[in-house]
């Protein structure tokens, strides 16, 4: 979607047009690095006190537009505060990113005036329709490249085998070798082979094993000195480390680490596959949702 100087049947304020006098509506639109996923921040400047109020009033809305056409993500955000976050998963987007900023009438608005309009609209008065732009603002458009996206779908770091021991019934985790190694038990690992051969069973099979495996690891090395990280020389470590630093910034061989929460990080390493087990889990059982209890 393109902003477009388009013509309407009534003032509405835009930077390509003096409907009104000497008033202006723009958005700041900043993306950031969240973890593996992106963040857009929205700072929207209205100058008309005219709009403000109806803003105020929740007769209208700051309204923004985001679509991707390479992958066909649309959403829209609709809000009356001037600055909004907004958390975009990035395996939604690829290529080019639209984001469009607009002021849309939320109700009704009947004999609509103001003494900000251009003289030429004078005493006028208009019918707006709930659902009219009555506010153009500003377009950005972001480049988003597709990158990997965690270390999950790196298979050098991980190997996950069965367990010889037939007596062993829980998950073990061992990682003094290039490998992390995750080692399930005898029966456990026929069901996993049989799981893993559908890609959509990746999410639950990762909440599972590699997040409790990295949230072990990880609280492994907390426990030994900064000096002793740093001699380790395992490829799964180099893996972690250029990770954490790289998409989070954060220093295995520093303090910082010794302050991180290991489960919380375990699943943004892994981009965060619990919300998507989940939702996997409800569609296979076939349940109907009974809202929030």
């Known amino acids: 979607m393109d902003i477009k100087y388009k013509l309407y049947p009534y003032p509405v304020l835009a930077d390509y047009s003096d409907d009104y006098n000497d008033r202006t509506f723009k958005t700041s639109i900043d993306m950031v690095k969240d973890g593996y996923n992106l963040r857009l921040d929205f700072v929207s400047e209205l100058t008309s006190d005219t709009i403000k109020k109806l803003i105020s009033e929740g ?46 009438a939320k109700d009704d608005l009947h004999s609509y005036s103001s003494d900000e309009f251009h003289d030429d609209y004078a005493g006028m008065q208009f019918e707006i329709e709930a659902g009219c732009v009555i506010a153009v603002g500003t377009q950005v458009n972001f480049d988003i490249q597709k990158e990997i996206d965690d270390i999950a779908n790196l298979p050098s770091i991980f190997s996950i085998i069965r367990n010889p021991d037939v007596d062993v019934k829980e998950m073990l985790v061992e990682f003094e070798s290039n490998k992390i190694i995750i080692k399930l038990p005898f029966n456990d690992f026929s069901t996993y082979k049989q799981l893993s051969r559908d890609s959509n069973n990746n999410h639950i099979l990762n909440a599972l094993t590699v997040i409790p495996a990295l949230t072990f690891v990880m609280s492994e090395l907390k426990q030994r000195d900064i000096d002793e990280r740093s001699e380790i020389d395992y490829g799964w470590y180099r893996t972690i480390k250029n990770a954490l630093l790289k998409t989070f910034d954060i220093d295995v061989e520093s303090e910082d680490f010794n302050e991180l929460n290991t489960i919380e990080y375990a699943q943004k390493l892994i981009n965060s596959p619990i919300p998507e087990a989940f939702n996997s889990l409800f569609l296979f059982s076939g349940s109907e949702s009974d809202g929030d209890e």
């Open 59 to 104: 007769k209208a809305s700051y309204v923004y537009h985001l679509e991707c056409a390479q992958t066909g993500f649309r959403h829209v955000i609709i809000t009356s505060n001037t600055e909004e976050r907004y958390p975009l998963d990035k395996r939604l987007v690829r290529g080019k990113l639209q984001v469009c900023t607009f002021i849309v």
